[in-house]
């Protein structure tokens, strides 16, 4: 029988082998970053073809393996699936046995904290919730771009260090999210980078249907100037028709949109309406211009835009259309 003392995992070398369960866009490049730091791939899950062609790329002469023998040949495993995924895959992989103690278990999840790694704790591994807030592509470019990466760390106290380190290593800020404020944290994320792919789609196209030749071109230094603008400012940096209460260029939008691209209609509403909450509050809108422009909102949600004045819409002075009263906030 060995009797000879085993180090605590927590103070052992840097130097560890990794596993990757899920070998998305995210995974490979969290391990190559790893690489890149000194620890070494060792093996990788992968079930479609695109995942397998990703991995050949992103971590080339690691072995494809089914999930149990990834973590039996890992010291630090990356659990990287879609979310909803997450959970039976740590209750199944606790279940069979393939979670050894003292194994760093690290999923990407924005969404879960540590505890949704509760059933590996309970196996005896070391849970850690490390999150990128970044884009991937699964391609190389993805390491690159970790590199003053912000990661959402969530962990136990104890292991609060190691966790912070990790993400140090592969170029990333630590930042600590609290385990019930993830989803509020995720959402947050969504909010700003996932929707904004879509609205930056809808723009691109719509150009496109304008006859903007080169619609990339146009909208690159908008975009850039915008997105520097409200991270300095925030609201402050608001601009544009809302903004200013041109209620009659809003009510132009919603025609023009229902027009030629209906499925815009919708976004384009809320995203109005949330801007013109916001620039209200903040005092750059004024209340007087206010009343009208959010009575074409309410115009152009229910039916087709028309400029204000016109029967039924709220006239351009500010006092209710012919047939209205002002729309109570809903």
């Known amino acids: 029988m060995n009797t000879t003392p085993q180090p605590d995992p927590r103070d052992r070398p840097a130097r560890l082998t990794v596993g990757v369960v899920g070998a998305g866009r995210v995974g490979p490049a969290l391990a190559a970053s790893l690489q890149l730091a000194g620890h070494r791939p060792v093996a990788v899950s992968a079930v479609s073809d695109a995942s397998r062609r990703r991995a050949d790329l992103m971590l080339p002469d690691v072995p494809v393996l089914p999930p149990a023998e990834v973590l039996q040949r890992s010291e630090l495993v990356l659990l990287t699936v879609p979310d ?30 540590a505890r949704v790694l509760d059933p590996a704790l309970r196996a005896g591994a070391l849970p850690l919730a490390l999150h990128p807030a970044m884009t991937f592509t699964g391609t190389p470019v993805d ?43 995720h959402a947050a994320l969504a909010l700003g980078a996932n929707h904004l792919v879509t609205l930056v789609a809808q723009s691109l196209e719509l150009l496109r249907t304008a006859g903007v030749e080169a619609p990339d ?80 909102l309410a115009d152009g949600a229910s039916g087709p835009g028309r400029p204000p004045g016109s029967p039924g819409t709220p006239g351009t002075d500010g006092t209710p259309g012919t047939g209205d009263t002002p729309e109570e906030d809903q």
């Not at 103690?101 to 924005?110: A, E, I, R």
């Not at 003053?148 to 630590?174: D, H, K, N, W």
Request: net charge negative; glycine share 14%.
């Open 217 to 296: 071109r146009m909208l690159g230094p908008l975009l850039g100037a915008a997105l520097d603008n409200a991270l300095r400012s925030g609201d402050g940096a608001l601009t544009g028709p809302v903004a200013r209460g041109d209620a009659g260029t809003v009510a132009a939008h919603v025609t023009e949109l229902r027009r030629h691209s209906p499925g815009a209609v919708a976004g384009y509403l809320a995203m109005a309406r949330a801007t013109a909450d916001r620039a209200l509050a903040h005092g750059l809108l004024k209340p007087e211009l206010a009343e009208d422009l959010l009575g074409v």
């Open 143 to 185: 390491v690159q771009r970790l590199a003053g990466c912000s990661f959402g760390v969530t962990a136990p106290e104890e292991l609060r260090l190691a966790a912070e380190a990790l993400v140090i290593e592969m170029g990333g800020e630590p930042e600590w999210i609290a385990e019930e404020n993830r989803p509020l944290y």
């Open 84 to 113: 909803d995924a997450l959970p039976e895959l740590v209750s199944g992989l606790a279940d069979t046995g393939a979670v050894r103690p003292g194994q760093l278990l690290v999923h990407t999840s924005g969404r879960y904290g």
